[in-house]
């Protein structure tokens, strides 16, 4: 039973800053291509950043500057540092972990997702 829970969303003012955490259970965690992703109304789910299991950092051409992306093998966590955020950065995060399985398939899980509202 794989489990990922997302939190650290709320309401915060444009150029305010937020930490979003996923804490997952259930898979080998150091062995897992982790992601963050996010949905607005009206809009499809968008990748936000990527941080793979053997590193390399990558993120949305939208947020490259402002957003950080880092993982905690020991705690088996993920987590988006989100500075100068906007109130186009107003979503549903949601985080991603990829499982391998063998050498020819992955499994995808996702969180529930966590709100993001930006606004004065």
């Known amino acids: 039973q794989v489990h990922l829970v997302e939190s650290g969303g709320g309401l915060v003012q444009p150029g305010g800053s937020l930490r979003l955490s996923c804490e997952t259970s259930?898979?080998?965690?150091?062995?897992?291509?982790m992601s963050w992703h996010r949905q607005a109304p009206g809009k499809e789910r968008e990748l936000v950043a990527g941080?793979?299991?053997?590193?390399?950092?990558h993120y949305a051409d939208s947020v490259k500057g402002r957003f950080t992306i880092s993982r905690d093998n020991a705690k088996d966590t993920v987590y988006l540092q989100m500075n100068d955020l906007k109130p186009e950065d107003t979503a549903v995060y949601y985080c991603?972990?990829?499982?391998?399985?063998?050498?020819?398939?992955?499994?995808?899980?996702w969180g529930q997702g966590t709100q993001v509202t930006v606004s004065s």
């Open positions: 991603q972990a990829e499982e391998p399985q063998g050498r020819f398939a992955v499994l995808h899980y």
């Open positions: 941080i793979p299991a053997d590193g390399g950092a």
């Open positions: 259930g898979t080998i965690f150091e062995r897992n291509d």
